[in-house]
């Protein structure tokens, strides 16, 4: 087996001035070394980015070009417009209950407190706001009146 070699010995320690330059040095070259790669990285994604950017653009232009000729071929053969019809009149009710459930869901930041403790725990004020304006318009139309068909004299 060979013998460790002993590691030369410094001739001279480097004076205080000496290792704070040396190191000054050092991160100098670091920061340079750092500086070059971030150049090289930056050079290359430009590269790549304008190198393939032309495919993007072309696709693009595919997309948009298709969309009108479909959308043109379609109009081309669409059958006619059908008679516009009446729309169907919303009941007072569906108009009511909705704006309820509006003005509830605002006002139940006030009317949480009020509201029992077990109804608190289990639901947050912002899911009760949404599920009152959602249910008030759907409660709404399950008592909507039925439009009265014209008698025959």
Do not use: Y
């Not at 040095?25 to 790549?48: F, P």
């Not at 081309?76 to 009941?91: I, Q």
């Amino acid at each position: 087996m060979a013998e460790p070699r002993p590691l030369p010995a410094q001739a001279e320690e480097a004076s205080l001035d000496e290792q704070i330059a040396m190191a000054e040095r050092a991160v100098i070259a670091r920061d340079m070394r750092i500086r070059r790669r971030t150049d090289a990285l930056v050079r290359r994604a430009r590269h790549e980015a304008i190198k393939h950017a032309g495919g993007g653009l072309l696709l693009g232009l595919g997309t948009v070009a298709l969309t009108w000729w479909l959308s043109h071929l379609s109009r081309r053969n669409a059958p006619p417009p059908a008679p516009e019809s009446r729309a169907p009149e919303h009941s007072t009710f569906e108009h009511l209950f909705r704006d309820a459930g509006v003005i509830l869901a605002g006002l139940l930041p006030m009317l949480w407190p009020l509201l029992p403790k077990s109804w608190r725990r289990g639901v947050t004020p912002n899911t009760a706001g949404t599920v009152l304006t959602f249910l008030a318009p759907i409660l709404g139309k399950l008592f909507r009146r039925k439009p009265r068909e014209p008698r025959a004299s």
